[in-house]
Structure formats: C-alpha cells, structure tokens
C-alpha cells in the first residue's frame, strides 16, 4: 500500500479465529463494547435468502450465537451502525422480496429489536441496498448511494 508521497504503510494479514457460524456474505459487523456483533447477511453469495440472525464475537470468550428476545428483521445488502457502544442502527438492505429502507434498531444489552418509523415530514428513499451509513454523530446518521442509483 502506498501512500500519496511515495510512502509505504505497513499492514500484515493475521486470522485470528474462525467459525461456522461467521460464514456469510452481505452482513453487517458491528464493535460494541470491544466485541464484533455480526448481523444478517446470506449463508452464500448465490443465496436470495437474508438472515437474520446476531452472532458475537469476544476475543476472550469466542464466539456465541444470541437468542434474541424477538425476531429481528432478515437483512442482507444493509449497512449497520453503532450508537451509544449500545445499539446498532440497521438500515435498509434486501429483505428476501425487494429492497427495502427500513430502519431497526438491536439493543445489544437486551438484545431486543425495535422498528423505527419515519416522522410524518419525512419523505424516505425507495429500497436501499449495497449503500453507506456512516454516522456523524450519536443522533445523525448519513446515507450515500444504493444499487441502482439514487
């Protein structure tokens, strides 16, 4: 890797586990309280089929796949980000039928999910997916691009 002015930087490939349940393509990781929350996704790259499942990752403690208190949305294709090191704010992506720009949010202590509903000024996008959520801060969210244009 090279940097602007001719520079190298650095950077080494190291697996450091590996798990059946971390098999998928088209999810969202997430770092919560220094472990990696993985969520949704699809068990191979030709499958329509999105997950919707939540398994962490704690480097002391391994891997484990959360039972949630209920049903999570099936996402693939989504982007995913952490509020307050304690929810992740998942939005849009494909839900097995058609893009979608629902928003729901996974509180990593109670491991419960909530659907979030736009206000009533709020004109959200058709479907989102394959697109960029990045926050700017703990109550603002950015979201850029999807498949298919904008």
């Not at 398994?55 to 996402?75: I, Q, T």
Request: hydrophobic share 35%.
């Amino acid at each position: 890797m090279s940097g602007d002015r001719g520079t190298s930087l650095p950077w080494s490939w190291q697996q450091v586990s590996s798990c059946p349940l971390a098999a998928r393509v088209y999810h969202s990781c997430n770092v919560v309280g220094g472990k990696l929350v993985i969520f949704g996704g699809a068990s191979g790259a030709q499958s329509k089929e999105p997950l919707n499942d939540v398994v962490v990752f704690d480097p002391v403690g391994g891997w484990d796949k959360v039972r949630c208190k209920n049903e999570g949305p099936a996402r693939s294709h989504h982007a995913a980000v952490t509020i307050l090191d304690r929810y992740i704010c998942v939005v849009g992506g494909w839900d097995g039928r058609q893009r979608t720009s629902a928003v729901s949010v996974l509180d990593t202590e109670s491991f419960s999910w909530t659907d979030l509903h736009p206000g009533p000024a709020n004109d959200p996008p058709v479907g989102l997916s394959s697109h960029a959520c990045t926050k700017l801060s703990e109550t603002e969210m950015i979201v850029v691009g999807r498949e298919g244009g904008v």
